[in-house]
């Protein structure tokens, strides 16, 4: 039962370097999405996808890519990391849910991302 | 738009102690409600939900209950344990369609000394 699975769990970048943080569920979800955690903040929507070759933004998708070319894959990109994207991240997975018996979200374990 | 407003923490019991977590919410429409706990190190976890006015969630002897007329969804547990430290979020979500995009409370840090 891997469920929803994160890379790398740590990483330190420096500011204006790129790097692509790994998502992938086994459990043929439709909709997986990215969240960050900052401290006092909760946790907010990056960008989310409800099936293969769909995406869209959430409510904090600046300087983040995403894509979904299967539907078990959902890699988030950062083009130009900057201090300000220093975060836990986590990775979600959910299917749709026609009675609101399945609408549970299943998370990663999460990625923590520093830039120096 | 929608939000969830939680109680600050952290929140400092002791064992045995009974929790309550306040959560309220703004939302249009019949949200689903849930409470999701973070243990040190992990991601987060469902605990309970409840998806229409007056249901009741219940697990590991936590329970909160959907009111939609004071628009809150508290969490309670009668007697907290140690293994019960851990970051506890509230979340809503607008439907069946929606559970990509949950909208959480800022997380209240429970700490629980033996």
């Known amino acids: 039962n891997a469920g929803v699975t994160q890379t790398p769990k740590f990483q330190v970048l420096k500011t204006g370097q790129s790097m692509t943080l790994q998502c992938a569920q086994d459990?043929?979800?439709?909709?997986m999405s990215w969240y960050r955690q900052d401290p006092g903040m909760g946790l907010r929507l990056i960008h989310y996808?409800?099936?293969?070759?769909?995406?869209d933004q959430g409510e904090v998708p600046n300087g983040y890519n995403v894509s979904r070319s299967t539907t078990e894959d959902f890699p988030l990109r950062l083009l130009s990391a900057a201090p300000s994207q220093t975060s836990v991240y986590f990775c979600a997975s959910s299917s749709y849910g026609q009675t609101l018996m399945n609408t549970e979200a299943f998370f990663g374990q999460g990625t923590r991302l520093t830039v120096v | 738009g929608d939000s969830v407003t939680q109680m600050e923490g952290p929140v400092t019991l002791s064992e045995e102690a009974f929790l309550t977590i306040n959560c309220t919410y703004t939302?249009?429409?019949?949200?689903?409600l849930f409470w999701y706990v973070q243990y040190p190190g992990e991601g987060l976890q469902l605990l309970l939900k409840?998806?229409?006015?007056?249901d009741k969630g219940s697990n590991k002897g936590f329970e909160a209950t959907y009111r939609k007329e004071t628009t809150s969804f508290h969490l309670e547990k009668g007697s907290v344990q140690v293994s019960d430290s851990a970051v506890y979020f509230c979340a809503l979500s607008k439907g069946p369609d929606s559970s990509y995009k949950l909208i959480f409370g800022s997380g209240t840090r429970l700490l629980v000394r033996p």
């Open positions: 459990m043929n979800h439709e909709y």
């Open positions: 409840a998806t229409k006015a007056d």
């Open positions: 996808s409800v099936g293969a070759g769909i995406t």
């Open positions: 939302a249009t429409g019949y949200p689903s």
